[in-house]
């Protein structure tokens, strides 16, 4: 099973740091495979089914990939767990870019609908409690 250009496109992209993807062109073919990226619902875009494909680590590690939205109070879940990681590696920018988000991951109800919804296995709930902790909101 291969994942879709789309796909492979929306995974890159959601790399903490990654702004842009620059792929190959080889000619008007390929242009238009790429640029139907523009028009992809999300569920095109969604690459969850990776979960099937790779090895089940034992701690599960969130990919950013919103397959677990949406969030009934509106978190952006795949983004603040972006943040959240890049902050902890140091990253300054992030963790502004964090506080200037409209809604933070205090404001997590517990849900726990992210919880059942993501493949990777991560419990989701938990993590926006410990996020809200490290940054105080
Ligand atoms: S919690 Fe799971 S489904 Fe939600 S963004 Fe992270 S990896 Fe994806
Ligand atoms: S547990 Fe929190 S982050 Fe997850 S869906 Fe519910 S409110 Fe959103």
Do not use: W
Not at 16 to 38: C, H, K, N, S
Not at 80 to 108: P, Q, S, T, V, W
């Amino acid at each position: 099973m291969a994942l879709t250009r789309i796909q492979c496109i929306q995974y890159a992209l959601d790399r903490p740091g990654v702004l842009t993807v620059l792929p190959g062109v080889r000619g008007m073919a390929d242009l238009e495979d790429i640029l139907a990226y523009v028009d992809a619902t999300p569920a095109e875009r969604d690459y969850a089914a990776l979960a099937e494909m790779a090895p089940q680590s034992r701690e599960a590690r969130c990919v950013y990939c919103n397959h677990c939205q949406p969030c009934p109070a509106g978190l952006k879940i795949g983004t603040i767990n972006k943040y959240y990681d890049l902050a902890c590696l140091g990253d300054e920018m992030a963790a502004e870019h964090y506080r200037n988000l409209e809604l933070h991951a205090g404001d997590c109800v517990g849900c726990g609908h992210c919880d059942s919804r993501c493949p990777f296995g991560v419990e989701q709930s938990a993590r926006m409690a410990e996020i809200a902790e490290y940054f105080g909101v």
